[in-house]
C-alpha cells in the first residue's frame, strides 16, 4: 500500500445515474462525499445515444452530456469525484464500523458509509459485426432507443422475460418485430409468452440464432441461421436489439454481501440497506426489474437518505 490512508463519511462507488444522485444528496447533507467513478465514468448511459424520458430533458438529451449534467450538479455542492476503480472491499459488520476500500490496488478510502452503485454490464454476443455497429443500430436497451425505429423493422435477440418485454415494447412503434430464439422454446415467462404471441407484428423464429450484422456505419439487416438445419437468411431490419441478459458488476462483493441466484445485490424491504451497517445499494447493481436511469436515480437518492440516518443514529 504506497498511497497513504484517507478517512471519509461517505464513498459512493460508481457513477451512473444511482451514484450521482446518491452524491448530490450526500453532500447537500453535508457527508462531504468521495466518488470513484469506475472505468466507465458516467455508466451505461454513455453508451446510448438520445435519451428522451428522463424528465426535465423535453427535448431529449445525449447520454454522455446527460451524464456531465448530472457530475456538475454533483460537484456544485463539493462531491469530490475521481476517476479510478474500487478493487478490494474490507467491509465491518458493526454498527459504526469502518468499511475499507482499496482504489486501484493502491490507496485506502476509509468510510464511514459506502453507498454502491457499480451497475450492471448489458451482455452482448460477442460478434465483430455487433461491436462495430453499437451506437449505429444495434442497442441493448429499447426502452431507451426504440423510439428511434418507429416505423421500421427490428429484430429482438433473446428470449427471456427482458426480451419479450422489449419485443412487446417495439412492436407498439415498430412496424415488424423479429424475435430470434436460439432453443425450440422460449425462457420467458408464460404471461410474457402469451403476450408475444398475442402481438400481431410479431413473428418468433425458433432454433435461430445471429450469425452477422449486416451494414457498413448503420445496420441495413441481419444474417440469421437456423441451428438445426444449419440454413442461413438475411432479414432487412434497421435495428438489433440484444436482450440476452445483464449482468450486475458485483465480483467485489462476492461472499461479502447477500446476492440473489443472478449476482444482484440484495436490499432489505424498502430501503437501500445491505445487509452490512453502512453500505447501501443503488441502481442496477441491486435492480434487475426496471433498470431506467429514473429509478436508479431514484435509489440513490434513498441511498443517501439512508446513509445520511444511519450517521445521525450513530451521533
Ligand atoms: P435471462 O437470463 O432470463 O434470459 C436470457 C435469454 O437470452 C435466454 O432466453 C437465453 O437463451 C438468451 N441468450 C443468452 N445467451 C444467448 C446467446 N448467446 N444467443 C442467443 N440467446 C441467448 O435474462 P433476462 O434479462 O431476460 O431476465 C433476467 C431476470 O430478470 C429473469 O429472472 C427475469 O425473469 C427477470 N425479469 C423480469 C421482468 C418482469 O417480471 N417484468 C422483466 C425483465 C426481466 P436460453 O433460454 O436458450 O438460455
Excluded: W
Amino acid at each position: 500500500m504506497s498511497e497513504k490512508i484517507e478517512r471519509i463519511k461517505c464513498l459512493i462507488i460508481g457513477s451512473g445515474p444511482a451514484g450521482y444522485a446518491a452524491a448530490i444528496y450526500a453532500a447537500r447533507a453535508d457527508l462531504k462525499p468521495v466518488m470513484y467513478t469506475g472505468l466507465e465514468p458516467g455508466g451505461q448511459l454513455t453508451t446510448t445515444t438520445e435519451v428522451d424520458n428522463y424528465p426535465g430533458y423535453p427535448d431529449g438529451v445525449d447520454g454522455t452530456a446527460m451524464m456531465e449534467d448530472f457530475k456538475k450538479q454533483a460537484e456544485r455542492f463539493d462531491t469530490e469525484v475521481r476517476f479510478g476503480l474500487a478493487t478490494k472491499v474490507d467491509f465491518s459488520d458493526k454498527v459504526g464500523g469502518i468499511h475499507k476500500v482499496t482504489i486501484d490496488g493502491a490507496k485506502e478510502i476509509e468510510a464511514e458509509t459506502v453507498i454502491i452503485s457499480t451497475g450492471a454490464t448489458a451482455k452482448y454476443l460477442g460478434l465483430p459485426s455487433e461491436e462495430r455497429l453499437k451506437g449505429g443500430g444495434v442497442s441493448a436497451c429499447a426502452t431507451c432507443d426504440g423510439f428511434f425505429y418507429r416505423g421500421q423493422d427490428v429484430i429482438v435477440v433473446g428470449a427471456g422475460d427482458t426480451a419479450a418485454e422489449e419485443a412487446t415494447f417495439l412492436a407498439k412503434l415498430c412496424k415488424k418485430v423479429t424475435m430470434l430464439v436460439r432453443r425450440d422454446e422460449m425462457r420467458a415467462s408464460k404471461a410474457m409468452q402469451h403476450r408475444v404471441n398475442n402481438t400481431k407484428n410479431l413473428e418468433v423464429l425458433f432454433n435461430t440464432e445471429l450469425d452477422e450484422v449486416l451494414g457498413d456505419k448503420v445496420v441495413e439487416g441481419v444474417r440469421v441461421v437456423n441451428n438445426k438445419t444449419k440454413e442461413k437468411h438475411e432479414i432487412a431490419v434497421m435495428g438489433v436489439f440484444i436482450a440476452i441478459g445483464h449482468k450486475p458488476n458485483t465480483e467485489l462483493f462476492k461472499s461479502i454481501l447477500d446476492m440473489d441466484d443472478t449476482g444482484y445485490l440484495i436490499t432489505q424491504g424498502k430501503t437501500t440497506k445491505t445487509k452490512l451497517p453502512g453500505v447501501f445499494a443503488a441502481g442496477d447493481v441491486q435492480d434487475k426489474e426496471y433498470r431506467q436511469a429514473v429509478t436508479a436515480a431514484g435509489t440513490g437518492c434513498m441511498a443517501a437518505l439512508d446513509a445520511e440516518r444511519y450517521l445521525a443514529e450513530l451521533e
